[in-house]
């Protein structure tokens, strides 16, 4: 995998979580009827990045905003941000892919 094709994965999920949201902001649980896509695209990202990489990427999509809409920030082990847009996420994941 490549920066684009990551890119364009994690924008295309960005999407998928925003619209999920919206939709249950209206009083409707899709949970139910996506789980199985996410069980796909996860499978995906396993077969391609390790344990590590595949948490980091879980976090920048499900975690990172809160509920209150505030963005979380992560640090690495030098106390640089890491993981604040999708640039910087696959510098983070990028070492973790399996060959």
């Not at 979380?72 to 999708?86: G, M, S």
């Amino acid at each position: 995998m490549n920066f684009e094709q990551f890119k364009t994965v994690i924008e295309a999920l960005e999407n998928i979580r925003e619209r999920s949201h919206s939709i249950y902001q209206l009083g409707i649980d899709l949970m139910n009827y996506d789980e199985p896509n996410h069980k796909v695209i996860s499978t995906l990202l396993e077969s391609i990045f390790k344990e590590e990489g595949k948490d980091w990427i879980d976090w920048y999509l499900y975690e990172r905003k809160g509920f209150d809409d505030k963005i979380l920030e992560a640090w690495d082990e030098n106390n640089n941000p890491i993981c604040y847009n999708i640039e910087s996420l696959w510098e983070t994941v990028k070492p973790y892919r399996k060959q």
